[in-house]
């Protein structure tokens, strides 16, 4: 059985130059215009930027609905 969901790995795992391998990325918000917002995604190895997504209020939602999985913001040292 090989079932992946590559639609969710997408937005959790990027290749990243420096490390020469798919990492965990962070999510960041970058910029929230009207219709849109645009995501930066950094590398949690190296923290650097692997890639970029532009989120419309559409896909928003969407997105909001196939993820029901929320992180949890409690990373305190
Ligand atoms: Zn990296």
């Known amino acids: ?10 937005a959790s795992s990027l290749y990243c130059e420096k490390c020469k391998a798919a990492m965990p990325v962070r999510e960041r918000l970058l910029l929230v215009l009207p219709d849109r917002e645009l995501y930066d995604y ?12 532009e989120v419309t209020a559409g896909e928003k939602v969407m997105a909001r609905a196939a993820s029901p999985r929320r992180s949890r913001r409690g990373l305190m040292p």
């Open 1 to 10: 059985m090989s079932q992946q969901q590559f639609e969710s790995f997408t």
């Open 42 to 53: 950094l590398c949690t190895n190296c923290a650097s930027s692997v890639g970029q997504r």
